[in-house]
């Protein structure tokens, strides 16, 4: 059967990659600011900006199989340069623009309808710079738990949470080799993330060969939140 897949974003990095692995056998449905990248695929664009739109439920079909939400931030700088607006800007971004979603499409979510989030390693293993974009990924995981029980067993509700990955929204990190040659060096797999070692796992998660895991937080991150080799 081919199911109906909701991503909100989808065009770049991550998003492009999951939805490149299940546009041929799914229905695809993508919320965002543009259709860059996503012009000749056989899914369905919907212009929305998660910031400051709201999402109209009738242009998404009645009922959802699987659902993704992609948008977020990397806004790494020291504590004492940050004000109070960059954190309620990560916020609102990263987990209010979630929940406002959600809100209009759970009435559409099928029983046994998968949900992935993404949440950062840094929530798990504490790094310098990283308050704002931990508390808002934060927000996601146990926004996700609680989720994940009060659904159950209708819904599922799973978050991957990443180390660094090769993307546009990670570019200013890995902008020349002696970056990359770094950021690669602090995983214990000696190498960044691609977007496809992440679209792997979410695409894994929305199938049914995950049926029974639902509340869990997924670390694909080169082994860096678990192992100390170095």
Request: hydrophobic share 40%; glycine share 8%; proline share 5%.
């Given at each position: 059967?081919?199911?109906?897949i909701v991503l909100?974003?989808g065009?770049h990095?991550?998003?492009?990659?999951?939805?490149?692995?299940?546009a041929?056998?799914?229905n695809?449905?993508i919320a965002?600011?543009?259709?860059?990248?996503?012009?000749?695929?056989?899914v369905?664009?919907i212009?929305?900006?998660t910031t400051?739109?709201?999402?109209?439920?009738?242009?998404?079909?009645?009922e959802?199989?699987g659902?993704?939400f992609?948008?977020?931030?990397?806004?790494?700088?020291?504590?004492?340069?940050?004000?109070?607006?960059?954190?309620?800007?990560?916020?609102h971004?990263?987990?209010f623009s979630?929940?406002?979603v959600?809100k209009?499409?759970?009435p559409?979510?099928?029983?046994?309808?998968?949900?992935?989030?993404?949440?950062?390693?840094?929530v798990?293993?504490g790094?310098?710079?990283?308050?704002?974009?931990?508390?808002?990924?934060?927000?996601?995981e146990g926004?996700?738990k609680?989720?994940?029980?009060?659904?159950?067993?209708?819904?599922?509700?799973?978050?991957?949470?990443?180390?660094?990955?090769?993307?546009p929204?990670?570019?200013r990190?890995?902008?020349?080799?002696k970056?990359r040659?770094?950021?690669?060096?602090?995983?214990?797999?000696?190498?960044?993330g691609?977007?496809?070692?992440?679209a792997n796992?979410?695409?894994?998660?929305?199938?049914?060969?995950?049926?029974w895991?639902?509340?869990q937080?997924?670390g694909?991150?080169?082994?860096?939140?678990?192992?100390?080799?170095?």
């Amino acid at each position: 059967m081919r199911k109906n897949i909701v991503l909100i974003g989808g065009t770049h990095g991550i998003g492009h990659a999951i939805v490149t692995q299940l546009a041929s056998d799914n229905n695809i449905f993508i919320a965002s600011r543009n259709n860059e990248g996503i012009e000749n695929l056989d899914v369905k664009h919907i212009p929305f900006d998660t910031t400051k739109d709201d999402l109209d439920a009738g242009q998404f079909p009645d009922e959802i199989h699987g659902f993704v939400f992609c948008p977020g931030s990397i806004n790494l700088k020291p504590f004492k340069m940050m004000g109070l607006d960059s954190f309620e800007q990560d916020m609102h971004l990263n987990f209010f623009s979630l929940v406002r979603v959600l809100k209009t499409l759970m009435p559409k979510m099928t029983d046994s309808a998968s949900m992935v989030f993404f949440s950062t390693v840094a929530v798990t293993s504490g790094m310098p710079f990283h308050t704002s974009v931990s508390a808002s990924k934060g927000a996601i995981e146990g926004f996700a738990k609680s989720l994940a029980a009060e659904y159950a067993p209708k819904l599922r509700v799973n978050v991957v949470a990443p180390s660094l990955v090769d993307t546009p929204l990670s570019s200013r990190l890995l902008n020349n080799d002696k970056k990359r040659e770094a950021m690669a060096e602090r995983h214990p797999l000696k190498r960044v993330g691609t977007p496809e070692d992440i679209a792997n796992i979410a695409v894994f998660l929305l199938s049914d060969d995950s049926s029974w895991m639902t509340g869990q937080i997924i670390g694909v991150d080169g082994g860096l939140s678990t192992l100390n080799v170095n």
